[in-house]
Structures are given as C-alpha cells and as structure tokens.
C-alpha cells in the first residue's frame, strides 16, 4: 500500500486494499461504487459539513425505519434507483417493460381468495371497483394457475397498516388464475396518496419543492413456478398527478382504464400482463 499524496491518490490506494476480495462480482460492484463516491466528492468539493450531513441523512434513514415503514426503501424510491432497477430487469424484446418498483407496503401471506371475492373486508364508502386481466406468457399463451397477490390504498389514501380503522390485511389478497389465465377481484376504488413525509425523505423533497403525492393506482405481484415474479402497478390514467409521481413508477403499459359504469357508478378496471420465462424469487418483505 502506498502513502498519500493528493487527495486523488486515495482513490488508488482504497481501489488497491479492496482487490482481494474473493468476491467477484462484490470486487466490482464495491470499487466502482467507491469509485463513483470519490468522484462525486471531488467534483462537487463536498465540504466537511456537507459531508456530515449526508451521513446524518442515513443514520436518519434507519432511525425512521420500523414497523410500519421502510424510510431505506423509500429513499431509493425517491431517488428514482428502485424504478430504474425494476424496469432495467424487466425488459422485453421490444425493449418494454411492464415492473414498476415493490414500494415499502407489500406483505407476504396476504389472504388466498377465489374468483370474484372482495379484498374490501372493512366498510370504509369509496366506489366499487371490478379488477379484471389475463396473465400471458411471451408468445401471448395464457397461463394457468398464476398467483396474482394484489394490494392496495383505501378510498382515503391509507394503507391497512397505516390505518387503525382498517382490518388486518384489508385491501390485500391473492388470487388464482383460472384455465383460460384471467383473474377478476372486487375492491373499492384507490386514492393517491402521499408518500410518508415525516423522516429525512419528506424533508429532503420539501428541500426539492417536490410534492409527494403519488398517482392512485393497484400494485400487483404475479408468480408461477417456471416464470420470473412480476413487480408491478397499475395507476389511474385520470389521475391529476399521473406525470409527477414522486417514486418515477409511471411507465407507459402502465397506465389503466379505471373507468366508471355511469348506469351501475361501479369502476372497472382490465389489464393483463406478460409473464417472461425465468426463476421465481420473491422479494424480502419490506414490512413484516
Ligand atoms: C407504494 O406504491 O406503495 C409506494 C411506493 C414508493 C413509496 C411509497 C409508497
Ligand atoms: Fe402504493
């Protein structure tokens, strides 16, 4: 190892400690992460105040995660890394993707239900909504005996765990897709919602003057042995802030047809979705 002689040089030796490491794909990811940092330290000449702020920012990020958030998961989201990960390992032929990121609400077990059931388990008003799709395999063959686990915002914009007057595992279920692989649930229709905004990411996006108010929209997560496990959401395409979501999840096979039955005032919904052959790995439950 060598001395120090600039403050350029410390790169080098830093890049030089880390070449042992048996790892290789760790090697890579953590010297071109170091890499990057320096340069951006570098070019920006972050001052020691900038620098204790930004670590303060991080502490802060694990201070604020608990229970019933992930504060880690949404600063990645914030920043537009979850989007670019989700959509980047995504892609079709065409160069299209139909992910969009997990968000910090997902939870693993949610009920199993049957065709036609209503994830609406707690009388909260709202407008009655029918959720209806095909899950297709890239050649466009429908796939039986798809999972489709669904989860969802109430009428007022709260998820179940944020939301004391919600049952447990409201507006959440799994569902089976029948021989022909459509699916169909009945729910209440989603509002937007405001990503939580009382930990260092509210601040850091009052800082930016960004809103934080996200699109309504229904996430999906479908999963067959033999495919890999699609991450995704389906947003409102009526909805005011469709273009400014604070999470960057809006992508164009994203946006849906919620549109209301002006006779029966029930709101449909139908999308299908493209499943591409590969390993199913679930995520980690941000929450338990
Ligand atoms: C969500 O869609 O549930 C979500 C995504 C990112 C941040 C907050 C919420
Ligand atoms: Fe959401």
Known sequence: MSLITSPESILHIALDAMDRTADPRLRTLISSLTKHLHEFILENQ???????RALQFIVGLGQATGKNTNEVVLAADILGLSSLVSTMN???ASGASFAALLGPFWRANAPICAWGDDISRTNLGGQAMEV???ILDESGKPISGATVDVWQSSPLGFYENQDQSQDEMNLRGRFET??????FFKTIRPAGYPVPTNGPCGELLRAQDRHPNRPAHIHFMISKSGYKVLITQVFDGTDENLLSDPVFGVSEHLVGS???DAVTGVCHLIHNFVLQSGEMRFPAPPIP
């Open 90 to 92: 995504n892609l079709d």
């Open 258 to 260: 919620f549109t209301r």
């Open 178 to 183: 029948n021989a022909e692989g459509k699916f």
């Open 132 to 134: 209806r799709g095909c």
């Open 46 to 52: 972050l001052s020691e105040s900038e620098f204790e």
